[in-house]
């Protein structure tokens, strides 16, 4: 039940920033990067992601452990590839220089959140 517990409060909190970050990407993220479409569809689709990823987590962890057949790695893949997907274009976006290393992180996470959705499948 901790991990129920855990996983739900972690998709409350995604879907919360998610809501948050993407209202701050339409309506002040241009003050920071100027009219460049592209960084403003970066940042819309890391936080639409975030916000699906976070339902997902919500959805997973309202079922209840009597009858739960999920495989233990679907939360934590979900969770971290969002983390690392999102939270990635989010930083390259306002600061693409300071932190160019993080590049390949964002599809890993993408992969992460793959895997996570397939492991629902096992």
Do not use: C
């Amino acid at each position: 039940m901790a991990s129920s517990n855990f996983y739900w409060r972690a998709g409350s909190l995604l879907g919360l920033s998610g809501i948050a970050l993407g209202a701050y990407g339409s309506h002040g993220l241009s003050k920071v990067v100027g009219n460049d479409e592209t960084k403003l569809k970066n940042w819309n689709t890391a936080a639409h992601y975030q916000i699906i990823q976070g339902v997902a987590l919500l959805a997973i962890s309202s079922i209840p452990t009597s009858v739960r057949r999920i495989h233990p790695a679907a939360q934590p893949l979900i969770m971290g590839g969002t983390i690392m997907f999102s939270g990635t274009i989010y930083l390259l976006t306002l600061k693409r220089e300071k932190f160019r290393a993080l590049g390949p992180v964002t599809p890993l996470g993408g992969l992460a959140m793959m895997a996570g959705w397939a492991a629902l499948l096992l």
